[in-house]
């Protein structure tokens, strides 16, 4: 199975900022990467797909890059509504697999 | 718009078979392209895919649940079921229903159900 390793595990900023989000697979996934966003007690909500591809809707201060085995998620202003865990996935091989998770709080 | 819902048991005690049951609307089972599947999260820890089942039947699980996990569509009812075998505590999680199409990830999330395994 691929494993996706996510760093931080937990990132603290001021609103404002521009964070990133690190999303490393222990083999090639090619692009097909997705970023998903969840608040407490909510289903999550993905944010970008094929690793750099915005969802419809999602803000444009989120944007993501890499590709093979290296990604990112930013996000170029920090606002209030942005703290909650964000999550990378894999969809280039079954079993598909998620990251464990990067926290994000503001200050 | 596109909508999915799950339901089920909350309390299964452990060595029972859960069955889960995803109805979902805004779009068909039966199209090109088109896949639901399930996800689970217990409590406080990271998102874990289970399976997927697509329109044309392609259907794949998370290997180390493949010999406990089932997933079957009605097209007709449009409904996935999910059924998991000797459940066990370490199987206490909220489960989603999700809908993706081929090239992108999973992009509309039922509410979550959670389930607890506990005698």
């Known amino acids: 199975d691929i494993q996706m390793t996510q760093s931080p595990s937990t990132l603290s900023a001021s609103v404002g900022d521009r964070v990133t989000i690190t999303c490393r697979a222990s083999q090639s996934v090619s692009a097909w990467l997705a970023w998903y966003q969840q608040r407490p007690g909510k289903a999550p909500n993905v944010l970008i797909h094929?690793?750099?591809s915005l969802e419809g809707g999602v803000p444009s201060r989120f944007s993501g890059g890499g590709s093979e085995t290296e990604f990112t998620l930013s996000i170029s202003s920090l606002q209030p509504d942005d703290s909650a865990t964000y999550y990378c996935?894999?969809?280039?091989?079954?079993?598909?697999?998620f990251g464990q998770g990067t926290k994000v709080e503001i200050k | 718009q596109i909508t999915l819902k799950e339901s089920g048991p909350t309390l299964v005690k452990p060595t029972q078979t859960l069955t889960l049951t995803c109805t979902f609307s805004g779009f068909s089972l039966s199209t090109s392209g088109v896949g639901v599947g399930w996800v689970r999260q217990p409590p406080g820890k990271a998102l874990e895919w289970l399976a997927i089942?697509?329109?044309?039947?392609?259907?794949h699980y998370l290997s180390s649940l493949k010999s406990r996990l089932t997933v079957t569509k009605d097209t007709s009812k449009n409904q996935l079921d999910l059924t998991l075998t000797n459940m066990d505590p370490v199987d206490t999680a909220t489960y989603y229903c999700?809908?993706?199409?081929?090239?992108?990830?999973?992009?509309?999330w039922g509410q979550g159900t959670l389930v607890t395994v506990s005698s």
């Open positions: 999700v809908h993706r199409i081929v090239g992108g990830g999973l992009d509309y």
């Open positions: 996935q894999q969809y280039s091989t079954y079993p598909w697999t």
């Open positions: 094929k690793a750099s």
């Open positions: 089942i697509h329109w044309n039947d392609a259907n």
